[in-house]
């Protein structure tokens, strides 16, 4: 009997988390560019091969993340500015604000214990992302440079540019 | 009876946390849709993320321990305003009537800078910054519990340009 409630809590965590990743989805995938342009998707052993030059500090910054998506979203929906109305279906399951900033360029984070999901939207182009897992806050700029830099693969690194 | 005594203390820890940053989002609300302004938002639930981190270096542990502290953070800023002499003046004017106390102001040719405070008991529960040069403006508003032996750390910590006029304090302490 406890094996089978234990199996059962097990499968509506899995549910419960797979419904949280599926607002995103269910968002951004209708939203893609182009039909072939799939979402980036990361998990530790993908992010640490990213790391061309091997940068222990990078490895280290995402060693506890357990899985990112990056989605780039198609030129309709950032001219309508819509790239945000999914952060409402979060915020009416309890993601809280993390930071908000608007401008030439708008980031926003929202998260709830170890999910996050935002957007980055600047110069005509934006994405979306959802993350899973621990992230030391403190190595952020760290992160953000080493993302603008040359050290990792071109693709990612046009993602955040 | 109960109740009443609830409610009030609700009442009044919303109007504290209402309070705290107020002003700022006021100027924030204002030019929400201007993308000629930069408007940053952090909330304290991203401030308590840091709360339970260890830094390895000193730099990491000192930047940890000042942020840690803080439960929020607004910034709204511009490189190119129209009549920034009248921005900043009714800025001022604004954190004035809010009952800030006015810690430090710096004048010169190329910019004016205000930093005013909010004290309670002792301890600085709020720091705003108001500038205003030829043709910029920022106002940056820091609540929780402030240190202001630490905030110039912040300042240079965080690599944002807005809070390069926090570094004054530490100008300011040591003549």
Known sequence: MKKLSLLAFALLLSCSLLAQESIIKDFAEPRRPTRWMNPLCFYPSTLRMINITQDPNFNELVNDIEKVLIYTLDSATVASKTYTSFLKDYEAVGYEEYMTMLGQQEIRIIGKKQEYVGVMASEGRAMAFYLRGDIPFAKIPTLIQTFQSDDVLPMITEQFK | MKKIVLTMFVLSVAGYAFGQGAVVSKYFDKYENDETFTKVSVSSKMFSLFTEMEGNTEDEKEFLDVISKLKGMKVVA???????????????????????????????????VKISIKEKDGIIEELILVAGGKEKFAMVSLYGIIDLKQVSKLASMMRMSELKYLKNLEEDGKN
């Open chain 2, 78 to 112: 511009s490189e190119k305003v129209s009549d920034p002499k009248g921005l900043y003046n009714s800025a001022i004017s604004d954190v004035a009537k809010a009952g800030y106390e006015e810690l430090m102001t710096v004048k010169d040719a190329e910019e004016n």
